[in-house]
Structure formats: structure tokens, C-alpha cells
């Protein structure tokens, strides 16, 4: 089984900010294959599907963005997965929006949820794709996080979001995470 971890915040306030970019990948997805994330354990909405034989495992933590791992880790736990079966899509300031950016291990680079999920998991190996947001230009930081994306950065976001699901895709169909780094970033 493959896990699918969108990191976000919950609730109608939240939908579609920059912050919930991860969301926004893991409802791409669900839009796409009719996955309905309508389970919820362990403080997550759920969604599953088989997808060429794989069971796939669609989450989103309702647990808000700085304690993702604490619904994250126990999941893992819970249906035995090793991380090598796990992806997290995150947002990216870093990158410029448009751009995703896989990685199999990393530091959380001032991520509150990646820092949650490090510490729940234990260990930052595991496999990611940032979807990048761009940096705040006169706004603090978690106002331009908290906000919506502008309309001229929603052309860009979108084919980052189709991108995105290309990769998922390509990951359940068993290609090693290496080389879709090497095709995507």
C-alpha cells in the first residue's frame, strides 16, 4: 500500500491558501481517480483506491499544519507501512510557483508541519514534493502562507498541481522515487 500525505490546515477559511497546497494536490488526485476522502482515523480524512493492482491511501491530517505528524506517524504505524511507501506534498516558499521540487530526505527548512512530521516519524527520510508558493515580497510570512494564491499564480499553479499527480502516479506504478526526482525537479 502507498500513503499520499497532502499537508494543509482544515476548515473553509484555509481552502485554497498557499499553506494548503498539499491539500490541494491530494483533491487533484482524488478528482481525477473518483476518490472520495470520506474516512476519518487517527485525526485524518481517508480516501482509498487500487490503482493497477496498488492500494493507494489519500490523507489529509485535520490535525492543522504544525502537528501533521501527530496523525501522520500513527497511521504509518497503524497499517505497518515502511517509508519508503510514503509521499508528502507540502508548499514551498523557496520555490517559485509553478516549480515542484522531489526529495527522498531532507531538514523540514523551517516547515512547522515537515518539523512535526520528522519528529513523529522519527527520522527525515522520507519521500516529499514541494509545491512552490513563492516568498512573501510586503506582506509577513504567515499572512502570504494564509492567503490565497493571486489569479496570475493560479496559471502557474494549476499544471504544477497536474504535475504533481503525474509523479503520485508514476510512484504507485512502482517507479523508484530517484528517478522521478531526476525527471521532475
Request: charged fraction near 25%; charge should be negative; hydrophobic fraction near 35%.
Amino acid at each position: 500500500m502507498k500513503m499520499i500525505v497532502g499537508l494543509g490546515n482544515v476548515g473553509p477559511q484555509y481552502k485554497e491558501t498557499r499553506h494548503n497546497t498539499g491539500f490541494m494536490a491530494i483533491d487533484a488526485f482524488a478528482e481525477k481517480h473518483g476518490v472520495e476522502l470520506n474516512t476519518q482515523k487517527m485525526e485524518a480524512k481517508i480516501g482509498t483506491t487500487t490503482i493497477n493492482g496498488e492500494k493507494v491511501m489519500l490523507v489529509e491530517p485535520l490535525t492543522f499544519m504544525n502537528e501533521s505528524g501527530r496523525s501522520v506517524g500513527p497511521l504509518m504505524k497503524y497499517f505497518k507501512l515502511d517509508l519508503s511507501d510514503l509521499i508528502v506534498i507540502y508548499d514551498d516558499m523557496d520555490l517559485p510557483v509553478g516549480k515542484i521540487r522531489l526529495r527522498t530526505h531532507g531538514s523540514a527548512g523551517g516547515h512547522n508541519g515537515i518539523k512535526s512530521l520528522i519528529a513523529h516519524l522519527q527520522t527525515d527520510k522520507f519521500n516529499r514534493i514541494k509545491v512552490g508558493t513563492d516568498h512573501p515580497t510586503n506582506e509577513s510570512v504567515v499572512n502570504y502562507v494564509l492567503g490565497q494564491f493571486t489569479k496570475d499564480q493560479r496559471i502557474d499553479l494549476d499544471p504544477a498541481l497536474d504535475r504533481t499527480v503525474d509523479a503520485i502516479e508514476e510512484f504507485i506504478d512502482g517507479v523508484d522515487f530517484n528517478k522521478l526526482e531526476n525527471k521532475y525537479n
